[in-house]
């Protein structure tokens, strides 16, 4: 096959059309509840910064033939799929100067980004969501001196708390215990990193990212990458909206 890729000069890519299994490939960072561990990819870690972008979450369903049914996350149960449900939460942002996504299914990790500040589905057990409490800095500083910033603006240094136990009165089976997520300091990051971070967010479509969970979808199975995603360590309640 003859290829002629002409001048490509000034050009700097493009990703309009570009099927979406090819984008948004970032390595994986996870968290192990039950022994209190983040993995950033294999490397195992008691802590982990991270300059966040952008979060989403989704319910995925199960189905009887193995099909994965994907829904917004406030979607109701009776509007889905029969089958097992899966409660998600991603967040992607920088780790070790690259981007990657933190993916948590598990209750622990994802009460750690999305717990409600307060109100009827608050987690006492836990601190306030990392991104809820983000966002009502981000809209204190803009009322108090005028400046707007983003989630890429701010590095989040995140450890490990003391253990809690987990179980439920509404949930029989959920008897783990298991040790939080605890958001230890925020700092901004400069002037120049929140430039080139704002770049980096437009250059990769991350509005498209977040945008891709907002809708329904249907797909194959397929398998994540080794701690991508929390493992099993907590069992899942569903009367939780995050």
């Known amino acids: 096959m003859k290829i002629d890729n002409g001048s490509m000069e000034g050009f700097t890519g493009v990703t ?23 993995y950033v990819g ?5 802590g982990l910064e991270i300059v966040p972008f952008a979060l989403r979450q989704c319910k995925e369903v199960t189905d009887a033939n193995g099909i994965i049914h994907r829904y917004p996350i406030k979607t109701k149960r009776t509007d889905m799929a029969e089958g097992d449900i899966t409660t998600r939460l991603q967040v992607v942002g920088i780790v070790n100067d690259e981007l990657h996504i933190f993916g948590a299914r598990s209750w ?12 009827p589905y608050h987690d006492n057990r836990f601190e306030g969501g990392i991104w809820p409490r983000l966002m009502n800095h981000i809209k204190e ?15 989040l240094r995140l450890t490990v708390g003391a253990e809690i136990d987990l179980s439920s009165a509404a949930n029989a089976k959920q008897k783990s215990k298991a040790r939080p997520i605890v958001a230890e300091s925020m700092s901004f990051v400069g002037a120049d990193k929140a430039a080139e971070y704002e770049r980096l967010y437009v250059e990769e479509a991350i509005d498209e990212w977040v945008a891709e969970w907002n809708k329904a979808a249907v797909a ?14 907590v069992i899942e309640t569903e009367d939780i909206p995050f």
């Open 16 to 38: 309009a059309g570009m099927q979406t299994e090819e984008r948004w490939q970032y390595p994986g960072v996870g968290y192990n509840a039950t022994d209190g561990i983040f």
């Open 42 to 46: 294999e490397v195992e870690a008691e």
């Open 108 to 119: 622990t990790a994802r009460a750690a980004w999305a717990n409600p500040l307060g109100g």
């Open 141 to 155: 500083l803009k009322s108090s001196t005028g400046k707007a910033t983003a989630p890429l603006c701010w590095k």
């Open 220 to 233: 194959e199975p397929s398998p994540e990458p080794a701690h991508a995603g929390t493992p099993p360590a």
